[in-house]
């Protein structure tokens, strides 16, 4: 696969997580980030968020998204700032420009399509934002997109408050439409040798996920099936986590065959009945299969009820801590690791997906600025050059602590 490379003005989660991918398959990225502005932290915030591992600016929060990735600081409020992001993009032979700033911003940062594909036709650019274009003032973070893409109101008790997931599905959701968009932008480049402007909205991504609830709205549901339901199924019954002697499990009916297949097993054969041998027949019987289902589950240990499920073909899954989860057997070997400055290994989550070329160990994110003399110095500007962009601003050569 052909190395390319992409210049990412990024920050928070959503577009760091995209870049990620791009650098598992082995290219080049270069992350730039705001020269200091007053007292305030220099560079993306998530640099120090979390526990402190390393120094200053590398904190927890930081680390898995950012790792083999290079760090540029340029102030492209300045228009030495914006010349010098033309000047890297034709020189470096920048193939993709990726940003998740406002797009209220794009053109007054020079960062908007039509401006830098001056520096390079066949540019493909991506773009995440809350709402996209049309909406180029509204901020986007994921908890707020949760709230208001509904995935809040679809997530927890029936009984209890809207919760947010346990991790940022729209932002990674935004991020993955960002690696899918300029990897199908690339497959047409290839055939038209033409650029492409990719605008990821965080909410229609996410909106597009309502695949078995938006739907539903048309058929003339009831409020019941469009809203939360705790960890059962409202269509595929019983399927649901069960309490178990030392904990839960959970149990994934979809179907008649494995709901006869359950209910052969000995202990639980007294939960059969006639009603119960259709999928539409458990439905008006939902709560009491749950409960019958509890009072026998209740009295055998987790592993004894997998070891039953899995000689019954039952699909079921104890339910892990993220710790018992690096462990797994399915997962332990595939999990990209990245080593501090100091030598300590980091395990961190595996690639989505294998591939021949990928890279699994990455080497650790860069201070803030590291990289910024070294690729302007790529670009064709000297010494001196660099000196005087750094004493009046325009660049940042990462020397705060």
Known sequence: M???????????LSLPYATLRFVQLGWRVIRIEATPVGQRLPGDPNRYIGTQVVDDDRNSYFIAPNVGKETIALDLKDP????????????????????????????????????????????????????????????????????MSGFMELTGREDDDPTLSGIPLIDL??????????????????????????????????????????????FGCDDSEITRCGNEHRKFIPTNAYPTSDG???????????????????????????????????QAERQDCYRDISAISVNYSTA???????????????????????????????????????????????????????????????KYGQHTGQVLAEAGLVADEIEALANTGVINLGQLN
């Not at 439409?177 to 402007?197: F, K, M, N, S």
């Not at 499990?249 to 202990?267: C, P, S």
């Open 173 to 218: 959701k935004a991020g993955d439409e960002v690696y899918a968009g300029v990897c199908l932008a690339l497959a047409e480049q290839a055939e038209t040798g033409t650029g492409a402007e990719i605008h990821v909205s965080m909410l229609q991504a996410a909106a597009s996920w309502l695949i078995t609830t938006l739907p539903l709205v048309d």
């Open 2 to 12: 052909k190395q390319r490379t992409v210049l990412s003005l990024e920050q928070a």
């Open 80 to 147: 030495r700032g914006r010349e010098l992001l033309l000047l890297i993009i034709k020189e470096l032979g920048v193939d993709i420009f990726c940003c998740n700033t406002l797009p209220g911003r794009y053109q007054s940062l020079g960062i908007d399509y039509a401006t830098l594909r001056t520096a390079n036709p066949k540019l493909i650019w991506a773009g995440i934002s809350a709402l996209g274009p049309a909406y180029p003032d509204v901020p986007g973070y994921d908890p707020a997109l949760q709230a």
């Open 248 to 282: 839960f499990i959970y149990v994934a009916i979809g179907n008649d065959l494995q709901w006869q297949r359950f209910t052969a097993i000995e202990k639980f054969s007294v939960v059969a009945n006639q009603l119960r041998q259709t999928n539409k027949g458990r």
């Open 304 to 366: 004894e009820l997998a070891e039953d499920f899995a000689a019954a073909t039952i699909p079921h899954a104890v339910i892990n801590d993220i710790r018992q989860v690096r462990v797994l057997e399915a997962l332990r070997d595939k999990l990209t690791t990245t080593k501090t400055p100091e030598g300590n290994t980091i395990h961190m989550q595996p690639m989505a997906v294998d591939t021949e070329s990928s890279r699994t160990s990455l080497s650790f994110p860069a």
